[in-house]
């Protein structure tokens, strides 16, 4: 009787210490720009959810080059909050986009590759050529 009492103690403790975790969950990895023309608008939003039970603290974000610029939210987002990070792309470098952004955080996961791809076009060739 005292083991089965020892051992329900030592579960229930067990089952209270589980620490609160944030946890990130985006609604896309990936942003596709397609075919854009070169110039144009480079902007594109990450949304995200911290479907955890603590505040999620993104602490970091960077890209894989520096014609890539991210923007990551300020303070920290509460357990069912949303936010997003935006992304400037430089369109005005011709050719194919494949790039990658790493969102640091206080998340379950600590660290999430998220993408960005497409072509940015030529004054030359036109967006509608390639449809």
Avoid: H, W
């Amino acid at each position: 009787m005292k083991k089965l009492a020892l051992m329900a103690l030592v579960a229930f403790i067990g089952f209270t210490a589980q620490a609160q975790q944030a946890k990130i969950s985006f609604k896309e990895d990936t942003v596709d720009y397609g075919s854009i023309a070169k110039g144009s608008d480079g902007v594109r939003v990450f949304e995200f959810t911290n479907t955890g039970d603590a505040p999620l603290i993104i602490s970091d974000v960077k890209s894989s080059c520096g014609c890539t610029v991210p923007k990551k939210p300020n303070g920290p987002i509460a357990p069912g909050a949303s936010s997003s990070i935006e992304v400037k792309y430089d369109t005005n470098r011709v050719g194919p986009i494949r790039k990658t952004v790493t969102v640091y955080s206080n998340a379950s996961e600590p660290m999430v590759a998220l993408k960005i791809k497409g072509e940015v076009m030529g004054e030359s060739s036109s967006v509608l050529e390639k449809s």
